[in-house]
């Protein structure tokens, strides 16, 4: 009876050390991911990777995910375009729709909509299957043939997702400035002549560099993040099912905070 109630007593929830061991647990993936990246690095520069698998995860990161990219920037393109219309109406400033909307898309929208996408349907899908492989022991049947992992399926997979997650940011942002321009039309009567006459005096070329920044580090969150944690799982299935909802966390909440960070470094008064 008095060795149940200790039990018991272990079970109970210890915020300090549930802290503890999220602090643990998260500087561990940090350092497994910085190592990853180096050594992913060294691949890339010396250009020993597989060109073949590279334009495979091509194909799986990039090409299947155009639709969903497709119509999340759509409808983020309708929904955000709809309030600054009618709201910039009301101030009588409808002829700088194009420049907010388009602003917001190519610094804000484009990459964050493309990098959540992504991490949604790619980096989940990369931690379960290198976790699925760590735990029928692919893995280690690589290593024995003396094939490093990171070299066979990192580097094809970070290579492919620098070339399609920036590609998909801006396919997310063409398509959500036609949408801009349809609902500008539609919610202001705005011509999408002076639309897209407001966008050109709106942008300038550190907007395009601060889309590609954000773009590709999304890219090196998602990939490195979902192959770390994948290839770090141990257990049974329910492990591989935990390894997917950590990288969606991890990915998805990095995304965020980098994207504030970049914002708040690039900004500069116009």
Known sequence: MTSALKNNRKTWFNPWLFF????????????????????????????????????RQCYMIGVRSFVVVAITALFT?????????????????????????????VREIGPITAGVMVAGRVGSSVAAELATMVITEQIDALKVMRVDPVKFLVVPRYIAGLTMTLVLSVYAMAIGLLAGIYIANIAANLPAATFLDSVKQTLLDRDFVTHFIKSEINATIIIMFSCAIGLHTRGGAEDVGIATTRTVVWTMTLIFVFNYIVTSLTYAPR
């Open 77 to 105: 393109g309708f929904a955000m375009s709809l309030q600054i219309s009618r709201e910039l109406v009301l101030f009588g400033a409808d002829t700088a729709i194009g420049g907010v909307v388009s602003l917001a898309l």
């Open 20 to 55: 503890e061991e999220q602090m643990t647990a998260g500087i561990e993936l940090l350092g497994q991911v910085v190592t990853m990246w180096i050594t992913a690095m060294k691949y890339i520069i010396r250009r020993d990777f597989d060109a073949k698998e590279t334009w």
